[in-house]
Structure formats: structure tokens, C-alpha cells
């Protein structure tokens, strides 16, 4: 048995699968009732967003429901030991 090394190559043994073209990945993976998010950002630096138009997403088809920050209930505060 060969030892390995700092910098020796190292054999993979997935390579090949994914080289010809039958590697999975997760993105490949398809769970029932999956959901996908989106999170939208300024391209402002420090800018205030004053209000989010959320009624074409509502309008679609097979969306979830979603909410706007100014909707979300606040996050828990968390007291830390110190």
C-alpha cells in the first residue's frame, strides 16, 4: 500500500462518471412540493426600500405564498451567556 503525500495526486473515482455525463447533482434532484426562494436585493448601496409590488407574484401560477420584510414578524431575540 502506497502512502500519500503533500502535492501527490490523489485518484478519483467519480471523475469518470461525471465526465461522461452521468454524475447526479443536487441540483438534479426533484422532491414533491419543492419550493424555490428568491431574495431580492438593492443594487444600491444603503439605499431605504420604501415598498415591494408583490402582486405580480401573487398573480402566478403555482406560487407560494411569500412576505415582504415589513410583513415578517421579527426574529426572536437571542440572549447571549456571558
Given amino acids: 500500500?502506497?502512502?500519500f503525500g503533500i502535492g501527490q495526486p490523489v485518484r478519483r473515482v467519480e471523475d469518470r462518471r461525471f465526465l461522461a455525463g452521468r454524475g447526479h447533482y443536487l441540483d438534479d434532484i426533484v422532491r414533491p412540493r419543492e419550493a424555490h426562494a428568491v431574495?431580492?436585493?438593492?443594487?444600491?448601496?444603503?439605499?431605504?426600500?420604501?415598498?415591494?409590488?408583490?402582486?405580480?407574484?401573487?398573480?402566478?401560477?403555482?406560487?407560494?405564498?411569500?412576505?415582504?420584510?415589513?410583513?415578517?414578524?421579527?426574529?426572536?431575540?437571542?440572549?447571549?451567556?456571558?
Fill in 39 to 82: 431574495m431580492l436585493r438593492s443594487p444600491h448601496a444603503h439605499a431605504r426600500i420604501r415598498a415591494i409590488d408583490t402582486a405580480a407574484a401573487a398573480g402566478t401560477p403555482g406560487s407560494a405564498p411569500h412576505t415582504a420584510r415589513s410583513r415578517a414578524k421579527p426574529a426572536p431575540s437571542v440572549r447571549s451567556r456571558r
Fill in 1 to 3: 500500500m502506497r502512502q
